[in-house]
C-alpha cells in the first residue's frame, strides 16, 4: 500500500488563482481530513469526510473546498487564493470503529501564495 | 481555537539522555495521542491513549493519559540521534473527528 499520497508536493500560487490540492488514499479508510501546519503551530483541521458524499467543517474552512466522490480521493480547492493560505497542507485517513483514533497523514503539500 | 499547552517548545540533550513532554489543557479530552514530524514529513503516531490513567509504551517511548484527562506526557528513554524532530500531542474530545494539537516540542540530540 503507498497509504495516503498527495500532489503536489510544492506550488505557488499568485493572489487570486485557484488550485485544487489532491489527497489519495489505498487503505480503503472511510475517513479523511484535511489541516493546515502554519510555521512553528500545530496543525489546524480545516475540512473532513465521514466517507463517501459526506463532508463537515473543520475549525478554519474559510476560503476552501472540499468533495468526495470516491472512497479513494478527498481534493481541497482554493478558489482564491490569498496570502494568509501560505503554509503546509496535510492530507489524513483513518479506519472508523472504536479505538480507532489513529489518523495516518500524508507527506504534505507546500503552498506559497505570493 | 482551541490549542493544547505543550512544553517545552524545544530541547537540546545528548545521546543516551531520557526526555520527558507533557501537554496540558483546559479542557477534559476523551483521546490523547502523540505523533513525531521529520522534516518535509507529514505527523506519524506514535502512542494513542484511549483512558485516563492508561499508560502505553512503544519501545523506548512511554506516554501516560492524565488522571484528570487535561494532560498527557510522552517519555523518551535512552534518546539516539533518530530520535530528532518535532514531536506534537493531539486530543480529541468524545464524539468528535476534530483533533487539537499542540504546538510540538522540537527535540535536538547532540552525538
Known amino acids: 500500500n503507498a497509504g495516503v499520497t498527495q500532489t503536489p508536493k510544492f506550488r505557488i500560487l499568485k493572489i487570486g488563482q485557484s488550485m485544487t490540492l489532491q489527497c489519495t488514499q489505498d487503505?480503503?479508510?472511510?475517513?479523511m481530513y484535511w489541516y493546515r501546519q502554519d510555521p512553528g503551530m500545530g496543525l489546524k483541521l480545516i475540512y473532513y469526510?465521514?466517507?463517501?458524499?459526506?463532508?463537515d467543517k473543520g475549525e478554519v474552512p474559510n476560503g476552501y473546498n472540499v468533495s468526495r466522490s470516491t472512497t479513494e480521493d478527498f481534493p481541497l480547492r482554493l478558489e482564491l487564493a490569498a496570502p494568509s493560505q501560505t503554509s503546509v497542507y496535510f492530507c489524513?485517513?483513518?479506519?472508523?470503529?472504536?479505538?480507532?483514533?489513529?489518523?495516518?497523514f500524508g507527506p504534505g503539500t507546500r503552498l506559497t501564495v505570493l | 481555537g482551541q490549542q493544547l499547552n505543550q512544553s517545552p517548545q524545544s530541547m537540546f540533550i545528548q545521546e543516551g539522555e531520557d526526555v520527558s513532554m507533557n501537554c496540558t489543557s483546559s479542557?477534559?479530552?476523551?483521546?490523547w495521542l502523540w505523533y513525531k514530524q521529520d522534516p518535509g514529513e507529514g505527523p506519524v503516531l506514535l502512542i494513542a491513549?484511549?483512558?485516563?490513567?492508561e499508560l502505553t509504551s512503544n519501545g523506548r517511548l512511554t506516554a501516560q493519559f492524565g488522571i484528570t484527562r487535561k494532560d498527557s506526557f510522552l517519555n523518551i528513554s535512552a534518546s539516539i540521534p533518530s530520535d530528532v524532530g518535532i514531536y506534537f500531542c493531539?486530543?480529541?474530545?468524545?464524539?468528535?473527528?476534530?483533533?487539537?494539537f499542540g504546538k510540538g516540542t522540537k527535540l535536538t540530540v547532540n552525538p
Open positions: 489524513a485517513s483513518r479506519l472508523s470503529g472504536q479505538r480507532r483514533n489513529e489518523q495516518f
Open positions: 487503505m480503503n479508510h472511510n475517513y
Open positions: 469526510s465521514v466517507g463517501a458524499g459526506i463532508t
Open positions: 491513549l484511549y483512558k485516563a490513567g
Open positions: 493531539a486530543g480529541q474530545k468524545g464524539g468528535s473527528e476534530k483533533l487539537v
Open positions: 479542557s477534559i479530552f476523551n483521546t
